[in-house]
């Protein structure tokens, strides 16, 4: 046994060796060769407009000076999340709610509340690739349950309620989920809420998504009170296009005498971490205000990328895209020539643009490949002109 692996702890011993697509694509960087890029997902560096003096100003608060520590976060920036719900239709209580740094961190408030070492948390599948991370450094074990594509995506019930075990303490819904793009549908919250209230299990549900409807809806977050006791989860990271302020939150509902205990416990480790700045939580009201102007410029974009992919693979017949209803991405359904990491490979090496194979989104076969929607519209109708071309030859 190599001398560090008895320093440190198991859950730290991740294999680190970049795969080979990392490799391929920084030796393409390192060449300064000029790379078509569909995976791209910082909003800040997508060509939109902020109002930047806006945002600097809203920082600008002499009320920062003074340290007022509140396990929960501010007042005044709670509020902010709760007239955030309250303009959506839904309804969240200002003393429900728990400021944090991100969704990750809430992800690990959740995680922390919720399960002893070992314990059982069930997750979409496919889904977003940080779960593993998140869940392993808090010692969770993560469970898949499918979801299903016939027309649209849907959860496998059935497969649900078999991967439950008596260690199962929570099922994550990511509402819509990233990065099939499905909303979770208000039959399929009532039976989750169903199944976990039946065997004392929570919902974590991951919203940072919920105002990016494709067909301009508001889909009901699951803040609401419901039979189970729910962790919603979201952030000014995709709200308002922000990941850099780190400002984020867990809203807590279900029956009153769980809520109210979860809320006691995750105030002790809201309190033990203390950790959103007080120039962020004064100007989230501000901020939150600047969610207007980017949903604007986000979802038009997001638009015309998808009737631009839909124009392009109207001319072909190689490969198609799944339905999507919301969030930031797409996904290709391609035929099965090679593997999907292999296909990635080749379309960065052959036409230096780069894709993620559906793999890394834990996709159950090859033949996948997802791409981001908020890509600049010239570079992504290049990209997607270039992969079609590669894909017919
Ligand atoms: C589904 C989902 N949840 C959570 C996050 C992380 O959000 P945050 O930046 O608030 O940690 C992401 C980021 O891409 C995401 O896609």
């Not at 008596?166 to 989750?192: D, W």
């Not at 939150?249 to 105030?267: C, H, Q």
């Amino acid at each position: 046994m190599k001398r560090h692996n008895i320093m440190f702890a198991d859950r730290t011993n991740w294999n680190r060796t970049p795969n080979r697509l990392s490799e391929s694509l920084a030796a393409l960087r390192a060449a300064g060769k000029p790379l078509l890029d569909l995976t791209v997902s910082n909003p800040t560096a997508c060509g939109f407009h902020y109002n930047d003096r806006e945002i600097l100003q809203a920082l600008n608060n002499p009320e920062a000076l003074l340290y007022e520590p509140n396990p929960k976060g501010l007042e005044s920036a709670r509020r902010a999340v709760a007239d955030y719900y309250q303009a959506r239709g839904d309804d969240a209580s200002v003393e429900d709610i728990i400021l944090t740094t991100s969704t990750s961190e809430a992800y690990s408030y959740a995680f922390r509340t919720l399960c002893n070492p070992g314990d059982e948390v069930l997750i979409p599948s496919p889904s977003y690739p940080l779960f593993d991370f998140l869940a392993e450094i808090q010692d969770v074990k993560l469970v898949r349950y499918p979801l299903l594509y016939d027309h649209g995506w849907q959860i496998d019930f059935h497969a649900l309620e078999q991967a439950v075990t008596p260690r199962s303490r929570a099922v994550i819904a990511v509402h819509p989920n990233n990065p099939t793009g499905h909303f979770t549908k208000h039959s399929e919250t009532a039976k989750m809420n169903a199944i976990c209230s039946a065997r004392q299990m929570a919902i974590i549900a991951d919203e940072v998504f919920l105002d990016f409807a494709l067909d301009g809806q508001r889909a009901p977050s699951f803040v609401a009170d419901a039979p189970a006791l729910t962790f919603t989860l979201s952030g000014l990271s995709k709200i308002a296009g922000l990941p850099q302020m780190k400002a984020a939150w867990l809203a807590v509902s279900g029956p009153r005498e769980s809520k109210r205990e979860a809320l006691a416990r995750l105030e002790v480790i809201a309190d033990s971490y203390l950790s959103v700045n007080a120039p962020v939580q004064l100007a989230m009201p501000r901020l939150f205000e600047q969610r207007h102007n980017f949903q604007k410029q986000i979802m038009s974009r997001i638009l015309q990328n998808l009737a631009e992919l839909d124009h392009q693979l109207a001319g072909q017949s190689e490969c198609s895209r799944l339905v999507v209803e919301g969030g930031w991405y797409a996904v290709l359904r391609v035929a099965v020539t090679r593997s999907d990491e292999e296909l990635a490979l080749e379309l960065l090496a052959s036409q230096n643009v780069y894709v993620h194979p559906g793999h890394f989104y834990d996709f159950p076969s090859d033949g996948f490949l997802v791409l981001s929607l908020i890509t600049l519209a010239s570079e992504f109708t290049e990209a997607v002109a270039r992969t079609l071309d590669f894909l017919e030859r």
